[in-house]
């Protein structure tokens, strides 16, 4: 992967709100190029709800309230990824432990696709799988992400 540097032709779906808060003094965070990285995240398989969109941009209450505690995150500019399903699964159930409604905030599903270079930029993997991915401005990962999985119901089977 190589980082991108910061005189990239292309802009972020959310450059806005990212220039808003470097304006506050937070920085972005070194980002990558995904090469056509399988990954996955969390989803409603209602058909109801958008998926794929940052907790700011969801909330945008909360980005107005963490401003103003001076407690905002980039990171919620970003989309949630896992990049393998058992870990997304892992990180679910961990969720559910402690949040029994997790799946009417952050979804009832695993979605998966394939994050390319022109879908925007990815900070390192965490060791538990997690990182963050900041879309590029036309990127619509509801085109390229397909619902694989409930977990949910898994969650129910399984007493959590």
Known sequence: MREQRNNSKKEYKYQKQIDELTALGCQMPSVYTPDNMPAC????????????IPQYMSNPKRMLQDIAKSKVSMSLLALSCFDSPSKAETFYCNLRKAFKNISTSIGDALSEGVLTNDDG????????????FYEYAGCDLNETFQITKQLKDNEERKGI
């Not at 930029?121 to 963050?132: E, P, S």
């Open 41 to 52: 995240r969390f989803a409603f398989s209602d058909g109801v709800h958008q998926n794929h």
């Open 121 to 132: 930029r990815k900070t390192l993997t965490a060791n538990n799988g997690h990182f963050d």
